[in-house]
């Protein structure tokens, strides 16, 4: 009886492909959490002082602590049936908590420590615990509870820095690497075994429709930061800040133009026929995590050009203005290579001359930098669509 409990938690084959009107409901969430971490990059920027290094890596820490909560959250529900009640409690769940972390955000390395770090534990040791309870006997437990004790190795060093400011960082980054040393090892445990994400029998159509959503949430974090600071100025005090507005809003259609063509649109298809989708599912994990940290890193850049779009432009703006498209474009070269097993030469040319621009860049005001990410952007999408046109639309082919 317990077995067929444990079976009814599972995704079956009546069970829909698409995210759940609760999926998109928790990624509200990182709506708001994503807002928090490019608004402590923009701080961390305007410090200018001995500590800017250490602030940015802090910044860091937290944006991939974030990664994982949602990245196994989407793995979890790709596994087991998100309709189950269940299921809806242990979303419902990592849902507040989530909350609960990004609210701490801002001074998680600071007096709010504790908070941030019980949110991502309570996440990380809560899930696995409940859908093992959940699963009774059945054998998939096993798996749940090779991620119950890593995740509670780690839970130690979390909430050690949490009550030790001195030695935070470091336990912290210790843990933040046991935990994506775990899901890239599959949480080995002795004479147990391991089972790693890319052997699961995940249901491709619902993982890949989680990524493109996710990265839908980062575009919208952006649009955000376009909207708030613009209409926070004066309109009419400057022509130059309404460009840097109209160039930041063309940026992100470009990204998102750039994302969909082909490999974007045909993500779900290449999971849905790839021999193991699994392991197609864990590689684009890893590629979209490259993706939307480009994607935050551009739209801190939006907010800084519009901001401050005369006078020249500041080395480390640039880590935003044109690294941070270039971070984009490396990520969707290997997206695309998961898919056709072969890279367009206009992603690499578009890298290479967002490098190369850098030393011009640095003569130019922000809105003039902003000016150059946007032509190489605009050369890809152009070069996309001519190399595409009349031609029927490519089929999937990944050599995962």
């Given at each position: 009886?317990?077995?067929?409990r444990?079976?009814?938690?599972?995704?079956g084959?009546t069970?829909?492909?698409?995210?759940?009107?609760?999926?998109?409901?928790?990624?509200?969430v990182?709506?708001?959490?994503?807002?928090?971490?490019?608004?402590?990059?923009?701080?961390?920027?305007?410090?200018?002082g001995?500590?800017?290094?250490?602030?940015?890596a802090?910044?860091?820490?937290?944006?991939l602590?974030?990664?994982?909560?949602?990245?196994?959250?989407?793995?979890?529900?790709?596994v087991?049936?998100?309709?189950?009640?269940?299921?809806?409690?242990?979303?419902?769940?990592?849902?507040f908590?989530?909350?609960?972390?990004?609210?701490?955000?801002?001074?998680?390395?600071?007096?709010?420590?504790?908070?941030?770090?019980?949110?991502?534990?309570?996440?990380?040791?809560?899930?696995?615990?409940?859908?093992?309870?959940?699963?009774g006997?059945?054998p998939?437990?096993?798996?749940?509870?090779?991620?119950?004790?890593?995740?509670?190795?780690?839970?130690?060093?979390?909430?050690?820095?949490?009550?030790?400011?001195?030695?935070?960082?470091?336990?912290?980054?210790?843990?933040?690497?046991?935990?994506?040393?775990?899901?890239?090892l599959?949480?080995?445990?002795?004479?147990?075994g391991?089972?790693?994400?890319?052997?699961?029998?995940?249901?491709?159509?619902?993982?890949?429709?989680r990524y493109?959503?996710?990265?839908?949430?980062?575009?919208?974090?952006?649009?955000?930061?376009?909207?708030?600071?613009?209409?926070?100025?004066?309109?009419?005090s400057?022509?130059?800040?309404?460009?840097?507005?109209?160039?930041?809003?063309?940026?992100?259609?470009?990204?998102?133009?750039?994302?969909?063509?082909?490999a974007?649109?045909?993500l779900t298809?290449a999971i849905r026929?790839?021999r193991?989708?699994?392991?197609?599912?864990?590689?684009?994990?890893?590629?979209h995590?490259?993706i939307?940290a480009?994607?935050?890193?551009?739209g801190?850049?939006y907010?800084?050009?519009?901001?401050?779009?005369?006078?020249?432009?500041?080395?480390?703006w640039l880590?935003?203005?044109?690294?941070?498209?270039?971070?984009?474009?490396?990520?969707?070269?290997?997206?695309?290579?998961?898919?056709?097993?072969?890279?367009?030469?206009?992603?690499?040319?578009?890298?290479?001359?967002?490098?190369?621009?850098?030393?011009?860049?640095?003569?130019l005001?922000?809105?003039?930098?902003l000016?150059?990410?946007?032509?190489?952007?605009?050369?890809?999408?152009?070069?996309?669509?001519?190399?595409?046109?009349?031609?029927?639309?490519?089929?999937?082919?990944?050599?995962?």
């Amino acid at each position: 009886m317990t077995d067929e409990r444990g079976a009814a938690l599972l995704r079956g084959g009546t069970s829909s492909p698409r995210a759940s009107f609760l999926e998109l409901f928790f990624d509200l969430v990182f709506v708001f959490a994503l807002t928090r971490v490019s608004q402590m990059l923009i701080d961390d920027v305007s410090t200018h002082g001995p500590y800017l290094l250490r602030q940015a890596a802090e910044t860091v820490v937290l944006f991939l602590a974030l990664w994982m909560v949602w990245s196994v959250t989407a793995w979890a529900t790709s596994v087991y049936e998100p309709e189950s009640s269940g299921i809806q409690l242990v979303v419902v769940a990592a849902m507040f908590a989530a909350l609960v972390m990004a609210v701490a955000l801002p001074r998680a390395f600071e007096e709010r420590a504790l908070v941030f770090a019980l949110g991502y534990v309570a996440i990380q040791v809560g899930r696995p615990l409940l859908i093992t309870l959940l699963l009774g006997r059945h054998p998939r437990r096993a798996v749940t509870l090779r991620l119950l004790c890593w995740s509670a190795i780690s839970a130690v060093a979390w909430l050690a820095g949490a009550v030790l400011p001195s030695a935070r960082a470091v336990l912290w980054t210790l843990a933040l690497a046991w935990d994506y040393a775990g899901l890239a090892l599959g949480w080995p445990v002795p004479g147990r075994g391991s089972t790693r994400a890319s052997e699961w029998a995940v249901t491709g159509e619902h993982l890949a429709e989680r990524y493109q959503q996710f990265f839908l949430i980062a575009l919208g974090e952006t649009i955000l930061v376009i909207g708030l600071t613009f209409s926070s100025g004066d309109f009419s005090s400057t022509g130059a800040g309404a460009v840097a507005f109209a160039l930041s809003f063309v940026t992100t259609a470009l990204l998102w133009r750039i994302y969909f063509h082909r490999a974007g649109h045909v993500l779900t298809e290449a999971i849905r026929v790839a021999r193991s989708p699994g392991l197609l599912g864990e590689s684009a994990s890893w590629t979209h995590l490259v993706i939307v940290a480009g994607v935050l890193l551009t739209g801190v850049g939006y907010e800084l050009v519009i901001t401050h779009p005369h006078g020249r432009t500041a080395p480390g703006w640039l880590v935003f203005v044109l690294a941070g498209p270039a971070l984009f474009l490396a990520a969707r070269a290997r997206f695309e290579y998961e898919i056709f097993g072969r890279v367009s030469r206009s992603r690499v040319i578009g890298v290479v001359l967002l490098v190369a621009l850098a030393p011009v860049a640095l003569h130019l005001p922000p809105v003039g930098a902003l000016t150059l990410s946007v032509l190489v952007l605009s050369g890809i999408a152009v070069a996309d669509a001519v190399r595409a046109r009349g031609r029927p639309p490519e089929q999937p082919a990944t050599p995962l």
